[in-house]
Each structure stands twice: as structure tokens, then as C-alpha cells.
């Protein structure tokens, strides 16, 4: 692969923005740094039951051991990236993860530790935060080394093929690397400014009455609850809080929904009260918070205004690779290019899972994601030792 981009330094091109759907969440990947600090609430946050992270076959990382070469170094300790860290502890590989969080978890315990999540083969039901715990168990079983509240800054290649990556910490050595990196850093997309409220003004109340995403429903127990979003995550949560929440009302500024087709009919059915075509218009803030919203309908104009405890605002995400991009990979649509099957990218002996992966044909789900950890685990074993196959068998057999 070729990502040589022949630009004229005398020219600065635009950003670059595009919208891509992950996991149901409508993202917008850019390369555009200064775009993440447009949305102010952090979701790069700790999960609330850290009590459900099995410790006992963790390795820390130890600075004084610098030096030594890891055969397989995984950027990202999601559930992508643990299922990957389990493949290659299986094929006998040592194993280093680091992550920028302070848990492992990933998307999954930063966004929706208390969703459930229907499409993950063997579960008809599992919670996010269930499903991180069964990942980290299976993940840490092998005793790989682990990086938290780490951020990769550089990957630099030796002369000897092995790869040295760069962190604000550390330098970690390895001779193969996988990138779980999900999207990148990423920040939910705020509610739109009108010409009647400020929007920033709701910054204030991010966790009381205001939330990007929920990680303990009780926090919405008998309230009047404003979700607003046309996608999966509005729908689900407007599902699974219909018997917490006093009443609930939708709102959507189309009438097509980025939804599965199940969903949206469960949601029509349903109790909750849903609006399209409508708009949040104007929130009335106080210093102790706001009691009253009004919505607008985006074709007549007619405005409408109730009694709103809380607001989810489920408007996706912006999400940037950061410094990935300057490793020398092929980025496209604000990820990473790779073989399909080999997850193969264009520098020997990395390869891209996940979220991160881009590939014709590339479905964005976690059940994917574990099937590519698989391959690219299994290509760095047979990359680092040529004479092992590929295919490690069945662990059935073993």
C-alpha cells in the first residue's frame, strides 16, 4: 500500500470530516484536533463498578524493564482488544496492553456500561459492563502486561524490524502491534445553540440533569426524562428506561430513524411518547438547574413546552485517530486501511482491529471485531515465527 500524499507544504488542506455509523452510534471522524474541543463534557472517564475488573492475572508495567521485547503489543484494552490479547496468549505470544483509560473497558464501559447489548453471539441479553468483565477475565487469562492511563504517542520502526512505541510515559518494544484504538479520542457531539439559549449553558448541569450517556439507570428512577436522537442508543435507552422513568419522551428531527427495524417498531409500541420532526428550542436554566424545555416542530414551527427532569442527548460522537495517523499507515475515512482476513495494514507486522479497521465491506460491530482480533492475532504468531500455521486449531483440541 502506497499512502505517500504528494502535498505541497505551502498548502494547507481542510480538515477532513466524514460520517461513518459504529456500533449504531452516529460518529463524525475527522482530522480536525481543534473539533474535539468544540464538545467540552469528557467521556474518557473511569467505570463506575471497577469492582467487576478481575486484577488477579494482571501484570503492571515496571519502567526498568524498558528493554524487554514483547512479542505482541496491543494499542487498546476494549473488548476488541482483550479478545485479541487472549488469542495471542493462547498462541503463546508475551503480551503487553496499554490503554488511555484508566480501566480496561474501552467504548463499552466509557459509553454504555448499563445498555444491554442483543447482538453478541451466546448472549440473547448481556449489560456493557458484564460483557467487559467476561472480556477481561477471558483477556487477562494469560497474564499480559498492562499499561493503563497510557496514551501511544509515536511508533517508530528499529533496523532490526521490531517496532518501538512512544508514549508521555514510556517506550514499549515490541516486534508486532495491533491497534484496538476504537475511534480514537473521542467527545459526544453537544446540543445545537439557538437563537433563544445558548447551548454551553447546559454544561453546568453534565451529570445532574444532563447526560451523553448513562452509567447508573437509578440516576432516572420516577423522572420526567427529554431523549433526544434518531439512532440506536436513543431508542435502546428509551426502551430500557421505559419502566424506571416516570414518563419519557423521544424527539428526532427527522422521521427516519439509524435504528434496527426491531427497535424502532418496540419503540412505536411502546409507552413513550415520541416526537419527529422536533427540535429542542429553548431550556430554561437556572442556578439550580432547569425544569422546562421546549421543542420545536422543524416544519410548522409550532413549540411546545413541558415539565423535563433530565435530557440524554444521544447526538453521536466526534471522534479523531490523533497521532495514529502519522505513523506511516493508510488512513481512510478516519481509520486504518487493512487486508481483509489478514487485518494486515501497510507496515509489516501491525495490523488494525476494531472500530479502527477499514476494509470494503467492514461491519462495525463487536461481534466483527472479536472475529478480525482472532485473525490479527494469529497472523502477528505466524509473522513473528513463520514455521507456526496460521490457524491455531480448535481450543476444543486443546
Request: hydrophobic share 35%; with cysteine; charged share 25%.
Amino acid at each position: 500500500m502506497n499512502n505517500d500524499q504528494g502535498n505541497d507544504d505551502n498548502i494547507k488542506p481542510k480538515p477532513h470530516h466524514e460520517e461513518v455509523d459504529l456500533g449504531g452510534a452516529t460518529v463524525e471522524m475527522t482530522d480536525d484536533e481543534k473539533a474535539l474541543h468544540l464538545s467540552k463534557p469528557d467521556v474518557h472517564v473511569e467505570p463506575v463498578h471497577a469492582e467487576d475488573m478481575p486484577k488477579s492475572h494482571l501484570h503492571l508495567h515496571h519502567a526498568e524493564k524498558a528493554e524487554e521485547i514483547f512479542d505482541c503489543t496491543i494499542i487498546g484494552g476494549g473488548t476488541t482488544g482483550l479478545f485479541a490479547a487472549f488469542y495471542a496468549g493462547m498462541r503463546e505470544m508475551s503480551v503487553k496492553i496499554i490503554d488511555s483509560l484508566g480501566e480496561l473497558g474501552g467504548q463499552v464501559s466509557a459509553l454504555y456500561p448499563e445498555k444491554n447489548i442483543y447482538d453478541v453471539a451466546g448472549f440473547p441479553v448481556i449489560r456493557g459492563r458484564d460483557l467487559v468483565a467476561g472480556c477481561v477475565e477471558q483477556g487477562l487469562q494469560f497474564g499480559p502486561t498492562v499499561c493503563l492511563s497510557e496514551k501511544v504517542e509515536h511508533l517508530r520502526r528499529e533496523a532490526d524490524g521490531t517496532y518501538t512505541l512512544i508514549s508521555e510515559k514510556n517506550e514499549h518494544r515490541t516486534k508486532t502491534v495491533i491497534i484496538a484504538a476504537g475511534v480514537g479520542a473521542f467527545a459526544p457531539r453537544q446540543l445545537p445553540s439557538t437563537p433563544e439559549f445558548d447551548a454551553d449553558s447546559l454544561n453546568d448541569f453534565v451529570g445532574s440533569q444532563v447526560f451523553y450517556f448513562v452509567k447508573d439507570q437509578e440516576q432516572f428512577r420516577d423522572k420526567n426524562l427529554l431523549i433526544v436522537g434518531g439512532g440506536d442508543s436513543a431508542l435502546d435507552w428509551a426502551l430500557h428506561l421505559e419502566s424506571v422513568a416516570n414518563e419519557i419522551t423521544l424527539i428526532h428531527r427527522r422521521d427516519k430513524w439509524r435504528a434496527h427495524e426491531d427497535t424502532v417498531q418496540k419503540v412505536l409500541s411502546s409507552s413513550v411518547n415520541v416526537r419527529t420532526f422536533h427540535e429542542v428550542s429553548h431550556v430554561e436554566c437556572g442556578s439550580n438547574g432547569f425544569e422546562q424545555v421546549t421543542i420545536q416542530h422543524n416544519k410548522t414551527g409550532d413549540k411546545s413546552t413541558f415539565n423535563v427532569d433530565a435530557i440524554i442527548l444521544c447526538l453521536g460522537f466526534i471522534a479523531n485517530i490523533g497521532s495514529i495517523k502519522d505513523w506511516g499507515l493508510v488512513i481512510e475515512d478516519g481509520g486504518v486501511l487493512v487486508e481483509a482476513g489478514t487485518m494486515s495494514t501497510s507496515l509489516p507486522g501491525v495490523y488494525a482491529v476494531g472500530d479502527m479497521a477499514r476494509y470494503p465491506g467492514k461491519m462495525n460491530l463487536i461481534a466483527t471485531g472479536f472475529a478480525e482480533a482472532a485473525a490479527a492475532a494469529n497472523q502477528a504468531k505466524h509473522f513473528i515465527d513463520p514455521e507456526s500455521k496460521v490457524f491455531p486449531g480448535h481450543s476444543s483440541e486443546k
